[in-house]
């Protein structure tokens, strides 16, 4: 069961410059978000997506943005690299939106902007 | 605005010995929570989920969390700790009233003495 797939592990950027990070879930799941993890500031919220076609921000969308063209994909763009981007990133999926649903984790994404 | 609690950045304890965590929240009525836990450069798996009913709930590897709704909390225990239990551990909490968002706190570290 491949469950949330992202792509790359590890990726070092310079300031300025643009990438996507990919997100892939094969368990057919609604709901797919994107979250940065920073030391001692648990996981913060970037974007969210409810379905195809439907993407929202969360806590801290500013640099990034998100599309949902599939079920299955939600990757996750840089627009303009900055070092206060540097984090570790996470993609999650889960079977609704309802809240009341266990959240699916990706391996994680650690990415250094320098 | 909705958020979560962990008191203890870090936490120690010897082999064996009991173990408690501590999670509060300031939600809406209706808190959905969870734990999870991540080792060192992995995702984040599920512990254990409250939605509704018996307020004492099991999760996996002994862990378990009890809800207390009169004082916001829902704190994770273990009676025997294993060595292989050092990771980070996440509080998480969603509700309807804030758009089931989930949301994190900032973790607490745990480390096992043998």
């Known amino acids: 069961n491949a469950g949330v797939t992202q792509t790359p592990k590890f990726q070092v950027l310079k300031t300025g410059q643009s990438m996507t990070l990919q997100c892939a879930q094969d368990?057919?799941?609604?709901?797919m978000s994107w979250y940065r993890q920073d030391p001692g500031m648990g996981l913060r919220l970037i974007h969210y997506s409810v379905g195809a076609g439907i993407t929202d921000q969360g806590e801290v969308p500013n640099g990034y943005n998100v599309s949902r063209s599939t079920t299955e994909d939600f990757p996750l763009r840089l627009l303009s690299a900055a070092p206060s981007q540097t984090s570790v990133y996470f993609c999650?999926?889960?079977?609704?939106?309802?809240?009341?649903?266990?959240?699916?984790f990706g391996q994680g994404t650690r990415l250094t902007v320098v | 605005a909705q958020s979560v609690t962990q008191p203890d950045i870090h936490i120690t304890v010897s082999e064996g010995a009991s173990l408690e965590l501590r999670c509060n929240y300031s939600?809406?009525?209706?808190?959905?929570l969870f734990w999870y836990v991540q080792s060192p450069g992995q995702g984040l798996q599920l512990l254990l989920k409250y939605f509704s009913g018996d307020t004492l709930v099991q999760g996996i590897k002994g862990f378990e969390a009890e809800f207390k709704r009169s004082q916001s909390s829902f704190n994770l225990r273990k009676p025997s700790v294993h060595w292989s239990d050092a990771a980070e551990y996440f509080c998480a909490v969603s509700s309807m009233e804030y758009g089931n968002k989930l949301v994190f706190g900032a973790g607490t570290i745990l480390r096992v003495k043998s």
């Open positions: 999650a999926s889960s079977y609704t939106s309802t809240g009341n649903t266990e959240a699916f």
């Open positions: 939600y809406g009525a209706t808190p959905y």
């Open positions: 368990m057919n799941h609604e709901y």
